[in-house]
């Protein structure tokens, strides 16, 4: 909610959009995420109202996701919803005027197309920010359900791509299949990162002194901790510091976790970000190696760009590889061999980080919010007009 919805609307506020947010959330029963839900609603609202943004909840009846995966459960709540989401966008925007429903999943663009049909005679344009596609994930997520589900969730995934107005994809792969498999293109925009104050700039020279190795956000089930300790272990003359949980596997490394607001400082004190994926013996099934390899292009290596910082990645991770390889921004690492693509002479000298920092900067600049921001901006323009 925070980096890839609330930030995102924030920043098209300052473009000067008029942005609400339909906010769709289960009723739960549980008094402890009751708590937690309405500390975190707290947090949004704060933060909508700060930024002029209305926020409104559209409260979904209590059902666990994966029944949300067959098409009837879908039809009874999410319809439910729409009329309510409907109301609330009626409230908030002249409809006569130019609206843009841009939704960031696939049950988000369901319950988007259903509001835009309940408007009739209003022209309502739907934006499908897909970030992924099936069925890799879910079925990895919910593996009998998910394999039992794949032809009607890839029949669901064409009818919302025919359906929807513009779609987009951080990951080449997945934009490339997509065009095979349905004929339909979908424009790829990067997962954005943190913007650039006029007067930023890369100590790089505390970057080296401190030689700090970093690893954002949650480990398990896409990042394994073993095979980020091996690859922090395999760097000479540098120190791990996680902004993550601590683990006994991090025993070693200094773990703190670090509140979203002040992660550009964190990654602007690190040498380079480590991304390290799963090893092939964790790539349990088929969807595991699929979502790596073809899939996958993660939030924290945007972030991380987008501060001038370089990535050591795993070869495993293949789209995210190439980029490291093509734009020589970073390092990738080979978890079968145990080696990197540098020699160890390269990797322990400062010239080769501090080229590779500088790459960062350059490409890193595509991965800012502004930046990111604008590309939506471009392609919902010079699609229909809208402002």
Same mark, same amino acid.
């Given at each position: 909610?925070?980096?890839?919805?609330?930030?995102?609307?924030?920043?098209?506020?300052?473009?000067?959009?008029?942005?609400?947010?339909?906010?769709?959330?289960?009723?739960?029963?549980?008094?402890?995420?009751?708590?937690?839900?309405?500390?975190?609603?707290?947090?949004?609202?704060?933060?909508?109202?700060?930024?002029?943004?209305?926020?409104?909840?559209?409260?979904?009846?209590?059902?666990?996701?994966?029944?949300?995966?067959?098409?009837?459960? +879908? =039809?009874?709540?999410?319809? #439910?919803?729409?009329? /309510?989401?409907?109301?609330?966008?009626? $409230?908030?925007?002249? &409809?006569? @005027?130019?609206?843009?429903?841009?939704?960031?999943?696939?049950?988000?663009?369901?319950?988007?197309?259903?509001?835009?049909?309940?408007?009739?005679?209003?022209?309502?344009?739907?934006?499908?920010?897909?970030?992924?596609?099936?069925?890799?994930?879910?079925?990895?997520?919910?593996?009998?359900?998910?394999?039992?589900?794949?032809?009607?969730?890839?029949?669901?995934?064409?009818?919302?791509?025919?359906?929807?107005?513009?779609?987009?994809?951080?990951?080449?792969?997945?934009?490339?299949?997509?065009?095979?498999?349905?004929?339909?293109?979908?424009?790829?925009?990067?997962?954005?990162?943190?913007?650039?104050?006029?007067?930023?700039?890369?100590?790089?020279? +505390? =970057?080296?002194?401190?030689? #700090?190795?970093?690893? /954002?956000?949650?480990?398990?089930?896409? $990042?394994?901790?073993? &095979?980020? @300790?091996?690859?922090?272990?395999?760097?000479?003359?540098?120190?791990?510091?996680?902004?993550?949980?601590?683990?006994?596997?991090?025993?070693?490394?200094?773990?703190?976790?670090?509140?979203?607001?002040?992660?550009?400082?964190?990654?602007?004190?690190?040498?380079?970000?480590?991304?390290?994926?799963?090893?092939?013996?964790?790539?349990?099934?088929?969807?595991?190696?699929?979502?790596?390899?073809?899939?996958?292009?993660?939030?924290?290596?945007?972030?991380?760009?987008?501060?001038?910082?370089?990535?050591?990645?795993?070869?495993?991770?293949?789209?995210?590889?190439?980029?490291?390889?093509?734009?020589?921004?970073?390092?990738?690492?080979?978890?079968?061999?145990?080696?990197?693509?540098?020699? #160890?002479?390269?990797?322990?000298?400062?010239?080769?980080?501090?080229?590779?920092?500088?790459?960062?900067?350059?490409?890193?600049?595509?991965?800012?919010?502004?930046?990111?921001?604008?590309?939506?901006?471009?392609?919902?323009?010079?699609?229909?007009?809208?402002?």
């Amino acid at each position: 909610m925070a980096s890839q919805v609330l930030e995102t609307a924030i920043a098209l506020r300052r473009e000067g959009v008029l942005v609400s947010w339909i906010a769709g959330i289960p009723v739960t029963l549980n008094p402890a995420a009751i708590r937690k839900r309405n500390a975190d609603l707290k947090q949004v609202k704060r933060r909508c109202a700060e930024s002029s943004i209305p926020l409104s909840i559209v409260w979904l009846p209590p059902a666990p996701r994966t029944l949300l995966l067959l098409p009837v459960f +879908r =039809r009874l709540f999410l319809g #439910a919803a729409a009329g /309510s989401a409907y109301k609330s966008l009626r $409230h908030e925007h002249d &409809l006569s @005027a130019p609206v843009i429903l841009h939704a960031r999943s696939y049950f988000a663009t369901d319950l988007a197309l259903r509001i835009r049909n309940a408007a009739k005679n209003h022209k309502i344009p739907v934006s499908f920010d897909m970030r992924s596609i099936f069925p890799e994930e879910v079925a990895m997520q919910k593996p009998l359900l998910g394999r039992l589900l794949f032809a009607s969730l890839k029949e669901w995934e064409l009818k919302l791509l025919e359906d929807s107005d513009y779609a987009f994809l951080p990951v080449q792969f997945a934009a490339d299949r997509i065009r095979q498999e349905s004929g339909i293109t979908v424009d790829l925009i990067r997962i954005q990162g943190f913007d650039r104050d006029p007067d930023w700039t890369v100590d790089f020279d +505390r =970057r080296w002194q401190r030689r #700090a190795l970093g690893f /954002s956000g949650s480990v398990e089930p896409w $990042h394994s901790p073993a &095979l980020l @300790a091996e690859i922090c272990r395999a760097i000479p003359d540098t120190v791990g510091h996680f902004a993550t949980a601590a683990r006994p596997q991090f025993a070693e490394f200094s773990c703190e976790t670090w509140p979203y607001s002040e992660m550009h400082a964190y990654y602007d004190g690190l040498l380079a970000l480590i991304v390290p994926g799963l090893s092939r013996s964790e790539q349990r099934s088929y969807f595991h190696r699929f979502q790596l390899r073809c899939n996958l292009f993660s939030t924290k290596a945007s972030e991380a760009l987008s501060r001038g910082v370089p990535l050591i990645v795993s070869n495993e991770l293949a789209e995210l590889a190439d980029f490291v390889r093509e734009h020589k921004c970073g390092f990738v690492y080979d978890p079968i061999k145990k080696t990197f693509n540098v020699s #160890a002479k390269e990797l322990a000298a400062r010239p080769a980080w501090e080229a590779a920092t500088q790459q960062a900067i350059e490409v890193g600049a595509a991965f800012t919010r502004r930046t990111v921001m604008q590309s939506y901006l471009h392609c919902w323009n010079g699609g229909a007009g809208q402002s």
